[in-house]
């Protein structure tokens, strides 16, 4: 590390956290944070186990005892911490303990249902909720939308065909459309009356293209009664072979629990035993993701190695170490093994494309991530390693650029609005278009390897100004929210030489209205659903550090970035953390939210050490 002399609380902060993100460090070189989720994912584990016939008492009564630890006084659960209550969630979480063993009538689970009968009942819970209920018994199959195998067949480039979902869509579906087939079910010895409220919450759409769907998910629930039987075999047959295909080593499908779980929902119910080599797999790689402590047992719903180590290995490098630190060394040699040599689904839009990039976890392969790519391209670039594997990355990067200028997590011109009206997507993003934040690490990446002013990164810049909101902000698709996408808008700018831009400037004038008056930032999640919350919440160390990297980039050295830093050295811990309860992370804008566990300790020392290096720390 640079010899920094310890004297400001900036620098003794910054030393602190360094110190502890070294501590943090697993010893084959890479970090990974825990990533906390709400209680479905667990609550959906016990359902599955069910099914399978798979419940195990000691188990199930840990993954009761973490979901009765989220619950609120009101007897609610939420999405996210601090969170309004949910009432699919509080339905998923009541059901868990039903089958845990909690009675009824017990005043934690009175509580819970009768927030679930007044939020609507059991009726107006999302779609996902009563797949989950029909597995057990609970809900009748043929009241849910169809999702017939049958779109396995279309050709790809189809409006409705299956690459026109975003990949975690699109994996899940494929898995779904097997359970709406075959409609698997595993009773379970009790009923649901409580939370049910007698009453059709349903709504005639609005939407045109809303009630056209609506109409043909009435023909195709009038064809799944009588399908073509030689048309549904070959469906199946294709869809079986896709999922199948599409495995990743470590067990998962894409590494995320939704098309993981009900992949193998969707093949046992076609025949497959537990001890078939891809069921066994999979159930073996569900136990990875899997923690067990003194809280109780929970599922994550996806793991974050390779992003946490290239977003640790650039906080290091910007706090001071060298590339020949042990710690820079190790972290990026792990990294250049991840690299992705394969094509995957990215494949359909990009035919011509050689293969390049990283994923997001240990084992998603088939899905490179075009934002871990870009993260990886400036960490491997500035530690002196990889050289190859990132010349090929910005090759397959750059080649991902969407029509409109911008980048997309994981696929090209993503785009199309009808899967939204499809019947059964009531829960979450279903396609995956370009992002302010994604498109902004991509620049970032792109001005580092000097090629600003190549045609590719000129249109993304213009993307991007076309992006920023009127009050100066930008929106954050995979992080909360404004001040998460401000903060990654600004570096970019800056280092495409806009600097001087007056978007540069409103952005800046949009963060020093928002800071709180304790000096730090925050932004509650129900920003993405109501406006009036954009740039409001309680301070946190991770939205903290991301305005103040937008700061620093712009150039700021007054009172607003006194404060926030001071706001950092005051909140870290003796040993080097910083407390972060609070969601931070984006799954689904509006419905699904992460605790990335190690935001709270790279971005704050990646912002100090900006900061403190350059001679403004205060």
């Known amino acids: 590390m640079t010899a920094v002399v310890a004297t400001t609380p900036a620098q003794q902060a910054l030393e602190r956290g360094v110190e502890r993100l070294l501590a943090l460090q697993h010893p084959d070189g890479l970090w990974k944070g825990e990533l906390e989720t709400n209680v479905t994912i667990d609550s959906e584990d016990l359902f599955l186990r069910h099914y ?18 989220r619950q609120r006084e009101d007897g609610s659960w939420a999405t996210f911490y601090g969170g309004p209550a949910d009432l699919s969630t509080t339905a998923e979480a009541y059901l868990a303990l039903r089958i845990a063993g909690d009675p009824p009538d017990a005043a934690h689970m009175r509580s819970a249902a009768e927030l679930v009968r007044d939020a609507g009942g059991i009726e ?24 017939p195998p049958e779109q396995m067949l279309l050709p790809a ?53 809303a ?25 199946l047959r294709a869809a079986e072979r896709w999922v199948v295909e599409r495995q990743e080593a470590d067990g998962s499908w894409g590494g995320i629990q939704p098309p993981w ?29 899997t923690i067990e402590d003194d809280l109780g047992r929970r599922v994550e719903a996806c793991q974050s190695p390779v992003w946490d180590t290239a977003l640790a290995l650039i906080a290091l490098l910007d ?50 991530d075009i934002d871990d790519s870009a993260e990886i391209v400036m960490a491997l670039r500035r530690a002196g390693q990889g050289a190859d594997a990132v010349d090929r990355a910005v090759r397959w990067i750059v080649g991902m650029q969407s029509k409109n200028g911008g980048w997309a997590a994981f696929d090209v011109d993503n785009t199309s609005p009808l899967p939204a009206k499809l019947p059964f997507c009531d829960f979450g993003e279903v396609t995956d278009p370009p992002s302010a934040d ?31 909101e009127r009050d100066g902000s930008w929106f954050g698709r995979w992080g909360a929210n404004h001040v998460y996408g401000t903060g990654a808008a600004v570096p970019a700018l800056v280092a495409c030489g806009l600097g001087a831009h007056e978007s540069v400037s409103r952005a800046v004038a949009w ?73 931070t992370g984006t799954g689904f804008p509006g419905d699904f939210y992460l605790n990335y566990h190690l935001y709270r300790q790279v971005f704050p020392v990646s912002a100090l050490g900006r900061i403190v290096r350059s001679g403004s720390a205060p």
């Open 211 to 235: 009630r056209v769907f609506g109409l043909l998910d009435r023909a195709l629930h009038r064809y799944q009664r009588r399908p073509v039987r030689a048309l549904r075999t070959r469906a």
């Open 511 to 583: 963060l020093e209205q928002v800071q709180n008056e304790d000096g730090g930032f925050g932004e509650d999640l129900r920003s993405y659903r109501d406006s009036a919350w954009r740039g409001r919440g309680e301070s946190t160390a991770s939205q903290t550090a991301w305005a103040l990297l937008a700061l620093h980039a712009a150039g700021r050295r007054g009172v607003a970035v006194e404060r926030a830093v001071r706001w950092l050295a005051e909140t870290q811990a003796e040993d080097g953390a910083w407390d972060e309860p609070w969601f």
């Open 319 to 368: 706090a001071g170490l060298e590339p020949g630190h042990r710690a820079v060394e190790c972290s990026a040699s792990w990294l250049v093994e991840r690299e992705i040599h394969i094509r995957g689904d990215w494949r359909v839009r990009r035919p011509k494309l050689a293969p390049g990039g990283f994923p997001f976890e240990f084992a998603n392969d088939n899905y490179p």
């Open 157 to 209: 480039r189809a409006p409705l065909s299956i690459y026109s979902f975003g990949c975690w869509a699109r994996q899940t579906i494929v898995a779904l459309q097997l359970a709406t087939a075959l409609q698997p079910a595993r009773r379970v010895g009790f009923g649901i009356d409580e939370l049910r409220t007698g009453r059709d919450p349903a709504d005639a759409p609005e939407d045109a293209w």
């Open 52 to 69: 399978l016939g798979l419940l195990d008492a000691g188990q199930t009564q840990a993954t009761a005892r973490w979901i009765r630890s």
């Open 261 to 289: 779980v009900w992949s193998i929902v969707g093949l046992v119910a076609l025949g497959y035993p537990l001890d078939h080599p891809v069921i066994a797999r999979g159930l073996r790689g569900l136990d990875t993701f």
């Open 124 to 147: 107006a819970s999302r779609v996902f909720t009563r797949m989950w209920l029909s597995l057990l018994g609970l809900w009748s199959w043929d009241e849910l939308p169809v999702l």
């Open 438 to 468: 994604v498109t902004a690490h991509v620049l970032e990446a792109l001005a580092l390897e000097g090629l600003a002013e190549r045609t590719e990164t000129q249109r993304g810049v213009e993307y991007l100004l076309g992006e920023q």
